[in-house]
């Protein structure tokens, strides 16, 4: 089974990203921090990271960055209000790239994570 690390501050965004995540397939672990990511990246493979740029304690970006040396896809997603509805997301390294994902979004990401397997 394909296995996911959703890290972001917001428990609206982890909830939004966990479902949509967890119905396509995926095993799910959800953190809050930077330092909770890293503990697991160090003791467990992930396929897929997303995470909050701004984090309590530090930036999400370098997490992404550290999940990507690993070989995981990484994207970072901003939520302005903590509010599923207005999630933007972008792949590490590509930040024109990035898009709004509402329940279209999401649908479409999975869709693109799909189509790299």
Request: net charge negative.
């Amino acid at each position: 089974m394909k296995r996911a690390l959703i890290v972001a501050h917001h428990r609206s965004t982890r909830d939004a990203l966990f479902s949509a995540l967890e119905q396509a397939g995926y095993e799910v672990d959800c953190v809050a921090t930077k330092n909770e990511a890293r503990v697991l990246l160090d003791i467990s493979e992930h396929d897929v990271l997303i995470a909050n740029d701004r984090l309590p304690d530090g930036r999400g970006y370098d997490v992404a960055v550290a999940a990507e040396e690993l070989g995981a896809k990484s994207y970072l997603v901003t939520d302005t209000a903590g509010s599923a509805d207005e999630l933007t997301l972008a792949p590490v390294g590509h930040p024109n790239e990035r898009r709004c994902l509402g329940e279209q979004g999401l649908t479409d990401l999975l869709r693109r994570l799909a189509e790299d397997d």
